[in-house]
């Protein structure tokens, strides 16, 4: 391991992935080092055949250059003992399959059950099965789906959400064998296109956030929660309605959101309730804030400003941070618990234009994925500035003179479900790329 | 005595050798001492006359040259002080040079004194003794004066008038002789004096002795001598400063100080006169301004009689050369080869290069171009960093692509959300701005030259000029049902007032037919006129709004009043070429943009208010400020112009930024903003920040271009810009058929 003309420093490996610990004594390693070498070691020191990739974290930041180089960075000495964290590393994602749409697809959502729920911009909601067969196509929307929704998945029975542009959001409920579906209600009462839902942790209310600025939450149950004798004015003008709307649905229950939440001086683009707490809804919106609401006492707790569009928020309940996706390219991470602190944590800028999405993985509080309009999706861990992974969205069947072509299509929506990264956008297709920690044959290439 | 004389006379000589100057004087003195000389000779002249005896002409002539000698004593007498006063010093060197002389002449002196003393005794005959007086004065008496003893010595016998004649007659020497006044005799001149009065009538030297050109002797020189005259030391008095040029110094001192004298105004007299052309053939000083004729080329190797043979041309060269146009020549001449200057010919160019060396002397520019000596960092205007001036577009986010022709018009509604865009390729699109989704295409039989949604955030539509038509059409899907049913109500209710005359309106108001109200459409315009709408634009309040067509006469400018159907005709006359109309956004004021100026009408009072002068020839767009006090304009020569409407009317700013015509400029609703795009495929952003103090002037700072994003089509670059109304977007539409967000 003796080297000449390098330096060798003294580090202490440290993990806390309990079956990859390694003895916590100091060894000497050559300074110029880089992760793939001390990724070699550690396996060497696990005694594996197959190795399995390792990064490496110092202060809790990726080693994304030599050790030297680091040490020469921070302006480190080179004799102290250096405690160097080590994880298995996330391997590449790999595409799929992609499900293809009738047009643009502007919203997924991934189910625990392996179940894909779409909306697309021709007015319809789907749900796929992860072996690509649309099972249920619900049409009934006058406008483009902008958002969807799980409710819940009993057995057969699915209750889901969509939100469109025409300002309602449906729920409807099917099951998964046959291809029956019924509107289970309709919710009115948005000004503007409802951009926006989020079901809170009890599955008993959901928001909704919408460009006539305003948040509304409704509850999940179908019954109506107001006497329908006043069910709006367009009944009284339903002469008229008739002539734009040539599908009229007398039959479907009306509900009334049960508080709006007012606040937003511009567009709402995005809501997410709280994993944890029921009632706390996040919410972003055009106007450069990112506000915290509280749902029972319907106040805004919390104001975080920064000077750009917010696209779409995230909450992890792992990390407690709200990622948020803007115009100026960056995915930017907030402290939800710093309350009064409207500071960015850490700004993330790779993208080349801007960011439409964003969803925190589940099971890591480090990891999230960001989907843009440069139709990238990119695999970030907050321990580093740099994103991990670039996924393009047409990389995995088109030649060169499509993928030219394809560059240009916008990514509108990304969901981290589980083990599958699922985007869609303006190529009309679903993608899903898996993002599971495969233990496999480690080469060089695949870094 | 006379040893004395002799030494006199010789120091006379070496004198005279030395002093010439004196020789005028002394001739002119000469003809007073002849007579001196008579009287002293007297004695000696009678004695020759009485007695004839030859032995006695020996003497005479001893006596003559004791004459002569006596003579150059007399011709000393007023030198000999000076030259003993002035040169005592060298006496003793004279007297030892003299010496020799004096040994030579004391023997014959000797022998001279001998005979004079035996006529002394024989002359001891009594002279007048009267003295130098006028002898007119005894003209009366018997005698003529008085001997030594006291005696008179009477007149001799005068001869009468005959006597004389026959002297005249007999005596050949009478011509010769001279009357003595004192002794009243005839003298005869001797030889010697009748050679004196020629030499003096000559003008020469009386002494034929004398020789005036006798080699200088240098007594005293510069020259250091081995032998020194005077060995004395060098005195005192030479290495003292002068008392008495002190005593001078202190003189002039003391005048300065009492300013009798003023020091440095010494005038230097001009003299009275000087010599005109002294200088005359000097080259003169060059002047501070002077322009140096241009230089005439050296000439080269190759124009010699005799050059090398790199420089002949062969006969390809040649060849080229007679073929070329004589101007395109690098030289007028083709070198050429003779075995000797004699073969050299007459220079056949040499009329023409002189005609053309005088046409470069006359014609040469004589400017003299200062270099301006300023840096030029301090010509720049200080302005603020653009990067603290964020924020504002920077870059491109998308394209809305749908169109298939040049994008001339789109509006933004007044949320921001949704833009309506008119095309060439006769459809009129809606988009959603943030995904570049196309929600709506309508399809209209004609060129959609203009479009604008309606400002009334409760009215959801806009109004579109395509032909001679204008209509209102309401996306209604983008609306929720109150909005729509208020915007039908809103435009439809004219319908139920105005229905009267049809015949005077420049205007009818028509209903759409119910495909088109399937599609939108609420009520369409007819213009009585068929000329093409190019214009509309919408009052703030989203009722009136105003159509322009700039070819339909006075019936150009109208304003409609959408909720009642009705149409004024604002102006009875309209002087030129109308570019765009608008309203002011605050006050009842209304601009009309011609081709070079703006005219501002008050729409209440009915007048105009104010003329706006451009200095542009070709307004081609026109912004106003939201504050209201501020405008812009684009022009088709590339300008962009702010004006102050309280300032002047004059443009406050004139911008020169685009390389090609601007096309269109307008302002941000909510940022410091405003931006101009041009035919050169760009779009500039600029910072206009506009103060709310009256007595600061709007700050005006360049920020960004953006540029790569249009493509320029049949020389069209971008068409329109706009401001997105919420955000610092700007959203572009070109002739390349798309519509670009830049964020």
Request: proline content about 5%; overall charge negative; hydrophobic content about 30%.
């Amino acid at each position: 391991m003796e080297q000449d003309n390098e330096s060798q420093i003294q580090v202490k490996l440290v993990t806390q992935q309990r079956k990859y610990a390694v003895s916590d004594s100091a060894i000497l390693v050559p300074a110029n080092l880089r992760r793939y070498g001390l990724s070699e070691i550690v396996n060497h020191l696990l005694g594996y055949e197959k190795p399995i990739p390792f990064d490496f974290l110092i202060d809790g930041e990726f080693l994304r250059t030599s050790l030297s180089e680091y040490l020469q960075n921070a302006g480190l000495s080179t004799e102290n003992i250096v405690t160097l964290e080590y994880v298995e590393s996330m391997l590449p994602p790999s595409s799929l399959s992609a499900y293809q749409h009738d047009d643009w697809v502007s919203s997924v959502r991934g189910h625990e059950q392996g179940y894909f729920l779409t909306g697309s911009y021709d007015n319809n909601a789907r749900i796929w099965n992860p072996s690509g067969e649309c099972l249920q196509t619900f049409v009934g929307h006058d406008a483009p789906i902008k958002s969807v929704a799980w409710v819940s998945i009993q057995e057969e029975d699915v209750i889901c959400l969509t939100a469109s542009q025409d300002r309602t959001i449906r729920a409807w409920h099917s099951s998964i064998s046959d291809k029956q579906y019924d509107v289970l209600y309709e919710c009115r009462g948005h000004k503007g296109s409802v951009e926006s839902i989020s079901i809170n942790a009890q599955e008993a209310l959901f928001s909704s956030g919408s460009w006539d600025s305003s948040i509304r939450i409704w509850t999940t149950t179908a019954t109506p929660n107001d006497e329908d004798g006043s069910d709006y004015e367009f009944i009284e003008n339903a002469e008229k309605r008739r002539k734009i709307r040539k599908k009229k649905a007398t039959s479907i229950i009306v509900k009334k959101p049960i508080s709006i939440l007012t606040g937003h001086v511009g567009p709402v683009s995005s809501v997410f309730f709280d994993t944890k707490d029921p009632a706390k809804l996040y919410s972003g919106g055009w106007d450069y804030s990112i506000r915290t609401w509280d749902i029972e006492s319907r106040t805004n707790v919390d104001t975080k400003n920064c000077d750009q569009v917010v696209y779409d928020i995230a909450y992890s309940e792992k990390s407690g941070l709200i990622a948020s996706g803007h115009a100026d390219r960056a995915v930017r991470l907030w402290d939800s618990r710093a309350e009064d602190v409207a500071v960015v944590k850490l700004s993330l800028v790779s993208h080349q234009n801007w960011v439409s999405a964003v969803s925190w993985s589940e099971s890591s509080p480090f990891m999230l994925t960001s989907a843009s309009y440069d139709s990238c999706v990119k695999i970030w861990d907050i321990r580093s500035k740099t994103p991990l992974y670039t996924l393009r969205a047409s990389d995995s069947n088109s030649n060169n003179h499509n993928r030219k072509k394809e560059s240009g299509k916008k990514l509108l929506c990304i969901d981290w479900s589980k083990d599958l990264i699922l985007s869609g956008g303006e190529d009309n297709r679903l993608h899903i790329h898996g993002a599971k920690k495969i233990e496999g044959p480690y080469t060089k290439e695949n870094l | 005595m006379a040893r004395r004389k002799i030494i006199s006379v010789t120091k006379k000589r070496k004198a005279t050798g030395s002093e010439s100057p004196n020789q005028k004087k002394n001739t002119v003195e000469l003809a007073k001492d002849i007579n001196k000389r008579n009287n002293t000779q007297k004695e000696g002249l009678i004695t020759s006359k009485t007695s004839d005896e030859e032995e006695e002409e020996e003497p005479q002539s001893s006596d003559n040259s004791e004459r002569i000698l006596n003579l150059g004593e007399d011709l000393d007498v007023g030198n000999d002080s000076d030259y003993i006063a002035g040169d005592s010093l060298e006496d003793s060197q004279i007297e030892e040079i003299d010496d020799d002389e004096v040994s030579d002449i004391s023997e014959n002196e000797r022998n001279l004194g001998e005979k004079k003393e035996e006529q002394e005794e024989k002359d001891r005959e009594p002279p007048n003794t009267v003295g130098n007086i006028p002898m007119e004065w005894y003209d009366d008496y018997p005698h003529i004066g008085y001997d030594m003893d006291g005696k008179k010595i009477m007149k001799p016998a005068k001869g009468d008038e005959l006597d004389k004649f026959l002297d005249k007659m007999e005596d050949p020497d009478y011509w010769l002789s001279v009357k003595d006044d004192l002794t009243q005799q005839n003298v005869k001149l001797t030889d010697e004096e009748l050679d004196i009065i020629r030499r003096i009538q000559m003008q020469e030297i009386p002494d034929a002795n004398y020789n005036p050109y006798e080699p200088m002797v240098e007594w005293f020189t510069s020259k250091p001598e081995v032998m020194p005259l005077s060995a004395a030391p060098e005195p005192k008095r030479r290495f003292v400063p002068s008392k008495w040029e002190a005593k001078r110094i202190m003189k002039i001192v003391r005048a300065i100080r009492e300013g009798r004298i003023i020091p440095g105004n010494t005038q230097v007299q001009k003299p009275r006169f000087y010599n005109l052309w002294a200088d005359s053939d000097q080259s003169r000083q060059d002047h501070p301004m002077h322009i140096p004729a241009p230089k005439m080329k050296l000439p080269d190797h190759d124009e010699s009689y005799n050059p090398p043979a790199e420089y002949l041309p062969n006969e390809k060269e040649k060849e080229e050369w007679e073929q070329m146009d004589p101007e395109d020549r690098e030289k007028n001449y083709l070198p050429q080869k003779y075995s000797s200057l004699r073969a050299v010919p007459a220079y056949g160019r040499f009329i023409h290069e002189r005609f053309n060396r005088c046409l470069d002397l006359y014609l040469a520019p004589r400017l003299r171009r200062n270099k301006l000596n300023i840096d030029p960092e301090s010509l720049i205007p200080k302005l603020p960093n653009p990067k603290d001036l964020q924020p504002f577009p920077t870059r491109l986010a998308f394209s809305y692509i749908g169109h298939t022709g040049r994008i001339r018009c789109f509006s933004i509604d007044p949320l921001g959300l949704w833009l309506v865009s008119g095309s060439d390729d006769q459809t009129i699109r809606v988009w959603e701005i943030t995904t570049g989704r196309c929600v709506y295409t309508w399809t209209v039989d004609d060129i959609v030259h203009s479009i604008a949604w309606c400002p009334n955030k409760d009215v959801c539509g806009f109004i579109v000029a395509f032909s001679n038509k204008v209509a209102f059409i309401s996306p209604f899907k983008l609306c929720d049902e109150e909005m729509y049913l208020f915007t039908n109500q809103y435009v439809t209710a004219g319908f139920n007032q105005s229905q009267k005359d049809d015949k005077k309106k420049n205007v009818h108001w028509v209903q759409p037919t119910e495909q088109e109200k399937e599609s939108g459409y609420l009520v369409i315009l007819n213009h009585s006129h068929s000329k093409t709408v190019k214009q509309v634009t919408w009052h703030r309040k989203g009722d009136y709004f105003a159509t322009l067509a700039p070819d339909a006469g006075n019936q150009g400018i109208l304003i409609h009043q959408l909720t009642k159907h009705q149409t004024q005709q604002p102006f009875r006359k309209i002087k030129g070429i109308v570019q765009r109309v608008m309203f002011h956004p605050i006050k009842p004021l209304f601009f009309v943009a011609t081709q070079r100026f703006i005219r501002v009408y008050n729409l209440i009072k009915q007048e105009a208010m104010k003329t706006l002068q451009s200095g542009v020839k070709w307004i081609s767009s026109l912004d106003v400020h939201p504050m209201g006090d501020n405008i812009i304009i684009g022009s088709y020569d590339k300008r962009l112009c702010w004006f102050d409407l309280d300032l002047s009317s004059r443009p406050y700013k004139i911008l020169r930024y685009h390389s090609m015509a601007i096309r269109s400029v307008s302002y941000h609703k909510r940022f410091p903003l405003f931006a101009s795009c041009s035919d050169d495929g760009s779009i500039q952003i600029f910072h206009g920040m506009v103060y709310n103090d009256l007595l600061q002037n709007p700050l005006i700072v360049p920020v960004k271009i953006l540029k790569g994003g249009h493509n320029i089509v049949d020389s069209l670059g971008v068409l329109h810009c706009e401001f997105h109304p919420t955000q610092p977007w700007i959203i572009s539409s070109g002739a390349d058929h798309q519509i670009n967000l830049w964020t």
